[in-house]
């Protein structure tokens, strides 16, 4: 994705160096609906993901999150937009929405990089991509911003006002509801959101006292990594060059094209396009400007930075392979 804390991270980069505009001003005068829509769609694979929950139920919405992650992108936005435009009260969408766009940035440029080093969402790599990302959280904390973990919460990302969910639920439904014709309940993106701080609450560990413990049960279980590969924890993985510091060539999975990035790389690249991005937003909104964001999403999927593209096949996990 990556995981919510760099997510967090990023957009709040993008902040401090974007220049006193209109959009800024409604940003900081709703801090934390910007911070918690920094996680963008992946609130809708909280859904009943609780652990006494029948995740079955939360099928469905889990759905709706990978289509919205991988189609109609510029729709989406574009309706977003428009939503806002006829709408009165207005500046916590404003603020939601922009948060939103910056978790599509990092995402449309990090996400192929974190798929192919993490190997593939299924069979026995089915959880390496959320340990990634999670390790990610660990090393941009501690290590990259030099922040101690105890006191970056990850939960404190999400947390929202039972108000203020009410509200923006509402607009995520008209938003989905207008992109790809599906009437989702305004209370079940509300719980979505909820579960969301939730679950980011009973993972956080930055003692690392949890989670040897939730691996011992998920030996016993025989369900490795199902649950602790999402535990965001203070002990940083030293194995594996998990940000690719090294520069080592990695491969696009859906293209096969060969990078050396870093993620740090990658990282930068996406504030840069999160700053365009809020720009032009300040632009359509306060500054009578006709033009839209479809020049610089140009429909990109939040996986793969592609439109349309075809199926994953190349993985090369650093769990797997090594550093390589």
């Given at each position: 994705?990556?995981?919510?804390?760099?997510?967090?991270?990023?957009?709040?980069?993008?902040?401090?160096?974007?220049?006193?505009?209109?959009?800024?001003?409604?940003?900081?005068?709703y801090?934390?609906?910007?911070?918690?829509?920094?996680?963008?769609?992946?609130?809708?694979?909280?859904?009943?993901?609780?652990?006494?929950?029948?995740?079955?139920?939360?099928?469905?919405?889990?759905?709706?999150?990978?289509?919205?992650?991988?189609?109609?992108?510029?729709?989406?936005?574009?309706?977003?937009?428009n939503i806002i435009k006829s709408s009165e009260d207005n500046e916590i969408l404003i603020a939601y929405l922009a948060g939103h766009l910056m978790h599509w940035s990092l995402d449309v440029k990090a996400h192929p990089f974190v798929f192919n080093r993490s190997g593939e969402i299924g069979g026995k790599t089915k959880y390496w991509h959320y340990r990634f990302e999670s390790m990610i959280d660990t090393i941009m904390v501690q290590q990259i911003k030099g922040y101690r973990l105890d006191a970056t919460r990850t939960f404190d990302c999400v947390q929202s006002k039972a108000e203020d969910r009410e509200r923006l639920a509402a607009y995520y439904r008209e938003i989905v509801s207008r992109t790809h014709q599906e009437d989702v309940s305004t209370d079940i993106y509300a719980e979505s959101m909820e579960s969301m701080y939730t679950l980011a609450k009973w993972l956080f560990d930055p003692h690392t006292l949890k989670f040897p413990v939730i691996q011992g049960i998920e030996r016993i279980m025989d369900l490795d990594w199902k649950y602790s590969s999402h535990m965001v924890i203070g002990e940083v993985d030293t194995q594996h060059d998990i940000l690719n510091l090294n520069?080592?060539?990695?491969?696009?999975?859906?293209?096969?094209?060969?990078?050396?990035?870093?993620?740090?790389?990658?990282?930068?690249?996406a504030v840069l396009l999160g700053q365009a991005v809020l720009y032009r937003l300040n632009d359509i909104l306060y500054n009578n400007k006709q033009t839209t964001l479809d020049d610089l999403i140009r429909d990109r999927s939040y996986d793969t930075g592609m439109k349309d593209a075809g199926a994953m096949r190349f993985y090369a996990s650093v769990y797997e392979h090594g550093n390589l």
């Open positions: 994705m990556p995981n919510i804390l760099t997510h967090a991270l990023m957009a709040n980069d993008v902040l401090q160096d974007l220049e006193a505009i209109k959009l800024k001003e409604i940003i900081l005068k801090p934390q609906v910007f911070s918690m829509a920094t996680s963008g769609p992946d609130f809708l694979f909280y859904y009943k993901a609780l652990p006494m929950q029948d995740a079955a139920l939360g099928k469905p919405i889990y759905d709706l999150g990978n289509k919205v992650h991988t189609k109609n992108i510029n729709a989406f936005y574009q309706n977003a937009i520069h080592k060539p990695w491969m696009h999975p859906v293209s096969g094209d060969v990078s050396d990035k870093s993620f740090l790389d990658l990282y930068h690249e």
